[in-house]
C-alpha cells in the first residue's frame, strides 16, 4: 500500500489510517512518496486504532459558535492537520496525560529560560507600575485635594492611550523584534514614574498619566511573544500561567511598598521612585540579551529583510482574513480586563473605606488577595494544558462567581483575607490561561502584535471601569463595621464581578480554541508579500499567485512543523 503525509501519535498516516490498517491501498498520488510492503498487522491494540475523524472545523460566526458549545462537553478536541502537500484532515485527539511540573521545566533550555525570565520580569515591572497608583488612590485624592473618582480618571486615561501604544510597539515587534521596542518601552516607562513625581498639580498629573500608558501599552504583547514562542508545547501551559502571574506579582511588590513606606500623604512619592528603578533596571537588563532567536530563525526563513510596504499589506491581508477572530478576542479581553480591574483596582480602598482598616491592615489584605492570584495563575494554566483553555476559563469564572458573598460580606481581617486570597485565585486562575490561548489564536506571524493589541482595546473598552466602581460607590451607603454610613465598594464591585463572570464563562464556551498549535516555523510578517513581489518583479511563472495561496502554503508549513 502507498502511504504519504504525516503520522499522528499512535503511528498511522493522517487520512489514509484506517485503509492502511485494513490493508486497503491509500491514494496514489502523481510524484508523491510511496512504498509498498507486505506485513501482518500485529500492532498491540492501544495502537490500533486511528485517532477517529471529525468535522471539519466550521466556518462562520454561527456555525463556530454552534461547533464550539458542543466540543466544549466533549473530552477530545477537534484538530485540523495539513501536511506538506496542503492537504487537511480534521481529527479528534485526546490530550497529552498532564506531565511533572519538574520535567516540563527541564524541557526549556539555559537560552529558553533567559527569555522567559526577561519577559516575565516586563510584565512584573509594568503592572508595578500600574499598581502604584490604584493601591494608593486614598493618598493621591488628599496629596491633589480631590476625589477618589477624579484620581481614578489618571487610571482611565492610562488603559485608553494603553491601546495605541500595543499598536505601535506590537507591529514595531513583529518586524524590528522584540528586544529594543521593549528597552525603550521599559526606559520610558521609568523616567515617566519620576515625571509623575513632579508632576505639581492635578492637571499635569492627569498628562504625565495618559502619557505613560502609551507606553506601558507596548510592553505586554512583546514580552508574552519573547517568554513563550520557544516554549515546548506541552509546557506552555504552565509557562503561560506563570507568566500570567507577572502582573498579580507585580501587584504584591507593589503592595509590599506601601506597607513598606506607611499610611502618610506623601508617601506615594516612594512608591513611584521604587517602580521608576524596576521598570528602567529590567530595560538595561534586556540590552545586555540577544534578539531573540525565534524571531532571527523566522526573519531568516522569510526574507532577511521586510520591506514596510509588504509588512502592511500582510497586516491588511491579515485583518480582511481573521477578522471575526480580532473581534472575538478584543470581546473576550473586554470582559477579562473589566474582570480583574472591577475586583482588584478599588480592593484596598474597599478595605481602607467600607471596612474601616488602617493603612498596614489593607496592605496586607492585598498582599495576601495577589498570592492567591500568583498561586491560582499558576495552577489553572498548568491544567488547562490538560482539560483545556476554554474549559479551564469558564469553570474558573463560574466558581469565581460563587464565592462573591465571602468575598465582600465578612467584617475582620482574618477571614476578609482568606476569602479576597480565594477569590483571586480563581480570577487570575481564569487570566493565567490568557496569555498562551491568545498566542495560539493568533495568526502566527502576528504573535507579538495580536495578543498586544486585542489585549489592550479590551483594556481600552475597560478603561472606566474603576472610575464607575468607584463613582457609584461614592453615590450610594451602606453602614459599616462601626454603624456610620460608608462608601458603598463592596456592593458595587460584588454586583459587577457576578456580571463580569458570567459574561466570560459565555463567551469562552462559544469560542474557538487552538490548544497545542504549533507556530515555531512562521517567517515573520511581511515575509510572504515579499516573496511574491519579487517574483512579479523577476517574471517568474507562478508571480501572480495569489494572497491567497500564498497563506495557504505558509500555513501548510506552519502545521508541518
Same mark, same amino acid.
Request: charged letters at 15%; a positive charge; hydrophobic letters at 45%.
Given at each position: 500500500f502507498s502511504i504519504r503525509g504525516e503520522t499522528n501519535p499512535s503511528g498511522i498516516p493522517h487520512g489514509y489510517g484506517r485503509m492502511a490498517a485494513r490493508g486497503v491501498a491509500a491514494p496514489q498520488h502523481a510524484g508523491s512518496p510511496a512504498f509498498s510492503c507486505i506485513m501482518p498487522w500485529s500492532a498491540p491494540k492501544a495502537r490500533m486504532a486511528p485517532n477517529e475523524d471529525a468535522a471539519p472545523v466550521a466556518k462562520g460566526t454561527i456555525a463556530t459558535?454552534?461547533?464550539?458549545?458542543?466540543?466544549? @462537553?466533549? +473530552?477530545?478536541?477537534?484538530?485540523?492537520?495539513?501536511?506538506?502537500?496542503?492537504?487537511?484532515?480534521?481529527?479528534?485527539?485526546?490530550?497529552?496525560?498532564?506531565?511533572?511540573? =519538574?520535567?516540563? @521545566?527541564?524541557?526549556?533550555? =539555559?537560552?529558553? +529560560?533567559?527569555?522567559?525570565? =526577561?519577559?516575565?520580569?516586563?510584565?512584573?515591572?509594568?503592572? @508595578?507600575?500600574?499598581?502604584?497608583?490604584?493601591?494608593?488612590?486614598?493618598?493621591?485624592?488628599?496629596?491633589?485635594?480631590?476625589?477618589?473618582?477624579?484620581?481614578?480618571?489618571?487610571?482611565?486615561?492610562?488603559?485608553?492611550?494603553?491601546?495605541?501604544?500595543?499598536?505601535?510597539? &506590537?507591529?514595531?515587534?513583529?518586524?524590528? &523584534?522584540?528586544? +529594543?521596542?521593549?528597552?525603550v518601552n521599559m526606559i520610558v516607562l521609568g523616567l515617566l514614574q519620576i515625571a509623575t513625581i513632579y508632576s505639581a498639580t492635578f492637571q499635569q498629573f492627569l498628562a504625565v498619566r495618559s502619557l505613560f500608558g502609551l507606553f506601558m501599552g507596548g510592553v505586554y504583547g512583546n514580552a508574552i511573544a519573547m517568554a513563550l514562542e520557544n516554549c515546548p508545547v506541552n509546557a506552555r501551559g504552565l509557562m503561560s500561567g506563570i507568566l500570567q502571574q507577572g502582573y498579580s506579582f507585580g501587584y504584591v511588590l507593589a503592595a509590599c511598598a506601601n506597607l513598606g513606606v506607611g499610611g502618610s500623604t506623601e508617601s506615594w512619592k516612594t512608591v513611584f521612585w521604587i517602580a521608576a528603578g524596576l521598570s528602567i533596571a529590567v530595560g538595561l537588563i534586556r540590552i545586555c540579551f540577544p534578539e531573540s532567536q525565534q524571531f532571527l530563525a523566522a526573519k531568516r526563513a522569510g526574507k532577511p529583510k521586510v520591506t514596510p510596504a509588504a509588512f502592511f499589506r500582510e497586516t491588511r491581508a491579515m485583518l480582511a482574513k481573521e477578522w471575526r477572530m480580532c473581534i472575538y478576542c478584543?470581546?473576550?479581553?473586554?470582559? @477579562?480586563?473589566?474582570?480583574?480591574?472591577?475586583?482588584?483596582d478599588s480592593y484596598t480602598t474597599f478595605l481602607l473605606t467600607q471596612k474601616e482598616f488602617k493603612n498596614a491592615a489593607a496592605s496586607r489584605g492585598s498582599i495576601i488577595m495577589k498570592v492567591g492570584a500568583c498561586v491560582g495563575g499558576t495552577i489553572i494554566g498548568y491544567l488547562s494544558q490538560f482539560v483545556g483553555r476554554r474549559r479551564a476559563m469558564v469553570a474558573a469564572a463560574l466558581i469565581s462567581g460563587c464565592l462573591i458573598p465571602a468575598w465582600i460580606l465578612p467584617t475582620g481581617e482574618p477571614s476578609l483575607s482568606a476569602s479576597g486570597f480565594f477569590m483571586q485565585f480563581f480570577v487570575q486562575g481564569a487570566w493565567g490561561v490568557i496569555p498562551i490561548h491568545l498566542n495560539e489564536l493568533s495568526p502566527p506571524a502576528f504573535r507579538s502584535s495580536f495578543p498586544g493589541i486585542t489585549y489592550q482595546v479590551g483594556n481600552m473598552i475597560s478603561s472606566p471601569s474603576a472610575q464607575i466602581v468607584n463613582a457609584i460607590s461614592e453615590s450610594h451607603h451602606v453602614r459599616g463595621a462601626s454603624g456610620d454610613r460608608v462608601e458603598a465598594y463592596g456592593p458595587t464591585m460584588g454586583v459587577a464581578t457576578a456580571i463580569i463572570a458570567v459574561g466570560i464563562a459565555v463567551t469562552a464556551a462559544l469560542g474557538p480554541e487552538k490548544r497545542g498549535s504549533r507556530f515555531e516555523t512562521t517567517a515573520p510578517a511581511g515575509a510572504e508579500q515579499d516573496v511574491m513581489v519579487k517574483k512579479r518583479e523577476s517574471g517568474s511563472e507562478d508571480a501572480y499567485e495569489s494572497e491567497g495561496q500564498l497563506e495557504k502554503g505558509s500555513e501548510a508549513k506552519l502545521e508541518k512543523a
Open positions: 459558535m454552534k461547533q464550539s458549545w458542543t466540543d466544549l @462537553f466533549r +473530552w477530545r478536541q477537534r484538530v485540523a492537520i495539513t501536511n506538506e502537500y496542503g492537504e487537511t484532515t480534521t481529527e479528534w485527539q485526546s490530550p497529552e496525560p498532564l506531565q511533572n511540573p =519538574v520535567k516540563l @521545566f527541564m524541557q526549556l533550555s =539555559v537560552r529558553d +529560560w533567559v527569555f522567559f525570565l =526577561v519577559g516575565l520580569a516586563a510584565w512584573t515591572a509594568d503592572a @508595578f507600575d500600574f499598581h502604584a497608583l490604584s493601591i494608593q488612590t486614598v493618598k493621591l485624592a488628599a496629596y491633589y485635594d480631590t476625589t477618589k473618582t477624579n484620581v481614578t480618571t489618571a487610571i482611565t486615561l492610562t488603559l485608553l492611550l494603553r491601546s495605541v501604544g500595543a499598536a505601535l510597539f &506590537g507591529l514595531a515587534g513583529d518586524k524590528f &523584534g522584540r528586544k +529594543w521596542p521593549m528597552v478584543v470581546i473576550l479581553m473586554t470582559w @477579562f480586563n473589566y474582570y480583574s480591574h472591577t475586583s482588584q
